[in-house]
């Protein structure tokens, strides 16, 4: 049996840039074993896999993602990378895109000037002293960190941009913690907020540019700064732009894609 797949760099406007996410419609689910198996053969931070619900009058597809290591509750980049392959391959001609997904249903639409715009949940922290672990891995973190338990993410928040630039966690260190990963971020020297996230929880070292952990640091910037709108930059050695809006219980996350490649796998 022969698939198709995709490759998409998600949240820049130019190749190589953003982040790379490897996608592939299936007519039904493989095993999961198999899925998390293709992952790892495709070793980019997440392979997208969708199905069409067409006897669902709620959502329109169903989507899971996986890293090389683990099937994750949340991601933008492979979500905004979906959405692309639909609208540009696939021949969608509705407005928007409904998905289902293990973080309820997520929305995707086109913006007048070709941006695509994730409608994400809003994710909340639980504010705890910074674990030891993080500690020695970073040991200019503060001594305050936020968790997100939605994700089992720690969130750290830092003096300037350059110290989010200059950060060099110990990722063995990191992998220890046994949860996701680990977000950077501070205010921006030319956009509002940036970030970094390290997830060697799930077999990223450093993922180039993360749409779902804005799902937090939108609504936590929003209490910092006021304002429900915001530039945001994720600073990785790829870099990625991404245009934020906080509406209640829902976070829009828009970037922009570039197709790379597509081919066949063969099972």
Request: charged share 20%.
């Amino acid at each position: 049996m022969s698939y198709p797949i995709y490759q998409v760099d998600a949240f820049t406007s130019k190749l190589f840039g953003g982040n790379p996410a490897a996608v592939m419609p299936l007519q039904s689910w493989l095993e999961d074993e198999t899925l998390q198996a293709l992952a790892l053969e495709n070793y980019l931070s997440e392979t997208a896999y969708f199905v069409a619900e067409e006897d669902d009058p709620e959502v329109d597809f169903h989507i899971r993602w996986f890293t090389p290591g683990a099937e994750v509750p949340l991601c933008g980049h492979a979500t905004l990378a979906s959405a692309w392959i639909i609208f540009n391959k696939l021949g969608w001609e509705k407005e928007t895109i409904r998905f289902r997904s293990k973080s309820g249903v997520l929305g995707v639409r086109q913006t007048d000037d070709g941006w695509l715009a994730l409608d994400f949940p809003r994710l909340d922290w639980q504010e705890q002293p910074t674990p030891e672990l993080v500690r020695q891995a970073l040991p200019e973190a503060p001594d305050t960190a936020l968790y997100v338990p939605n994700d089992t993410n720690y969130l750290i928040v830092m003096d300037s941009e350059q110290a989010v630039i200059d950060a060099k966690p110990d990722l063995r260190l990191l992998k220890q913690l046994g949860n996701q990963g680990l977000i950077v971020t501070a205010r921006g020297d030319d956009c509002d907020f940036v970030s970094r996230y390290f997830a060697p929880g799930v077999g990223i070292e450093e993922d180039p540019v993360t749409g779902s952990i804005h799902s937090v640091l939108v609504p936590f910037w929003a209490e910092r700064l006021g304002g429900t709108t915001f530039e945001a930059r994720q600073l990785s050695a790829r870099g990625g732009e991404l245009r934020c809006e906080l509406t209640g219980d829902r976070v829009n996350i828009s970037g922009q894609a570039a197709f790379y490649m597509e081919g066949q796998v063969y099972l």
